[in-house]
C-alpha cells in the first residue's frame, strides 16, 4: 500500500475472519472502537463481524494476508478484473457489488488519514 493512502474502506465480513502479517511499514489500524499502530513483525486480526479498517502512514506497507475458511478470492480476482478493464474511475456501486456477492459489507466511518 502507498503512503498515506486509503485501503479498503471500513467494512466487516460476515463468513470469514482475515488477518495480516505486516512485513514493512506501519499500518493505522481500527477494529471495532480501537485504533493502534501495528509495526512491522506484528499481526492484525479481524474476527468475521468486526468493522476494521487499515490504512498505512508515511511509508509504503507490505503485508500478507490471511482469510479463514477460503472464498474471499473469488472476490479478489473479480475486483481485479474489474479494476483492469476501466478506462476511467471504477465505479463504486459494481465494487460494492462485488463485496456484498462475498458477504463483506460496508460500515460507517470516516477516513483514517
Known sequence: MPPRTTGPARHFHTREDEG????TGVLTAEMGDQRFEVAPSL????????????????????????INPSGLEGSFAAMAYH???????????????????????????????
Open 43 to 66: 499481526p492484525v486480526v479481524a474476527t468475521r463481524c468486526l468493522v476494521h479498517v487499515g490504512e498505512p502512514r508515511d511509508e509504503e506497507v507490505w503485508s500478507v494476508g490471511l
Open 83 to 113: 479494476l483492469g478493464s476501466l478506462r476511467q474511475p471504477p465505479d463504486d456501486d459494481v465494487i460494492s457489488a462485488i463485496d456484498a456477492r462475498r458477504g463483506v459489507l460496508p460500515a460507517d466511518g470516516t477516513p483514517l488519514i
Open 20 to 23: 495480516s502479517y505486516i512485513i
